[in-house]
């Protein structure tokens, strides 16, 4: 298991420390980029067997509306579990399985999300990977805002992905926002790239020094249907987006551990 440390706001740490490169954070800068779609898809298309999806978005609760699920069990419940030191492997007893065979951890709609999320980030990624065992967790962090949760969450992870449209209105979000990220998240920082827009991959990496992990294809309504819930088929994982998705998977997967300071979150706490 990889080490992981404790940091607190205002601490001095004169060495560096690995992240636990099995917390991957999916999220955005600006609501609406397909952010907990593609969340789905890398759980779905994860190399390894067993990982599970964290729906820890504070503003969530769409995954159970789009799946016909009941939130609980699901993150409130887990939340409470995990606060109170159950067991390993705890996780996967608040997941649910989605027809997708995608085993996720469910949150509710309305501000009860936003508390169970707190909770977590209070609790850090010692006790979130105790609760998950060996398994890879994708955390769907839904909007990383200054000082927030989902920041909060998104620093736990050894890789956060913001998903953005290639357009300059979007990037110019990113990009303003870059200085603060790179302070915060203690993993690596990429860019999943959705929907139509004039930048291609290569320059949005170039421009605002930040690699492109992949590329999200524009009208593939089969594919975004699958990832939202609404169609299913045996044939589902040859839709576009669902092996875009896998070929981002597969990339976070084989990337090698990232080694950096650790973070100093701006507003908050990060426990490690």
Do not use: C
């Amino acid at each position: 298991m990889t080490g992981v440390t404790v940091r607190r706001v205002g601490e001095h740490w004169g060495d560096e420390h690995w992240v636990d490169e099995r917390l991957i954070a999916v999220g955005s800068v600006k609501g609406g980029t397909g952010a907990t779609s593609l969340a789905v898809g890398v759980a779905a298309g994860w190399p390894q067997p067993g990982a599970v999806l964290v729906e820890t978005d504070p503003d969530g609760g769409d995954l159970a509306a789009r799946y016909g699920h009941h939130p609980d069990p699901g993150l409130v419940s887990f939340a409470a579990a995990a606060r109170s030191g159950g067991a390993a492997d705890l996780l996967r007893a608040h997941a649910q399985q989605l027809r997708l065979g995608v085993d996720v951890v469910l949150a509710p709609p309305g501000d009860t999300a936003a508390a169970a999320v707190q909770a977590l980030a209070q609790g850090g990624t010692q006790m979130l990977r105790r609760a998950a065992g060996d398994a890879a967790v994708i955390l769907d962090v839904g909007r990383v805002g200054h000082g927030g949760p989902g920041l909060s969450m998104a620093a736990m992870a050894g890789d956060l992905v913001l998903v953005v449209r290639p357009t300059l209105d979007e990037l110019i979000q990113v990009q303003a926002r870059l200085g603060w990220l790179r302070e915060t998240v203690g993993g690596r920082l990429w860019l999943a790239l959705s929907g139509p827009g004039p930048y291609q991959a290569a320059e949005v990496a170039r421009d605002l020094g930040v690699e492109v992990v992949g590329e999200l294809p524009r009208n593939d309504r089969p594919g975004a249907g699958v990832l939202a819930g609404q169609l299913v088929g045996r044939s589902w994982r040859k839709a576009r987006l669902p092996r875009a998705a896998r070929s981002i998977a597969l990339r976070l997967a084989a990337a090698p551990p990232w080694y950096v300071p650790p973070p100093v979150l701006l507003g908050a706490e990060v426990h490690r």
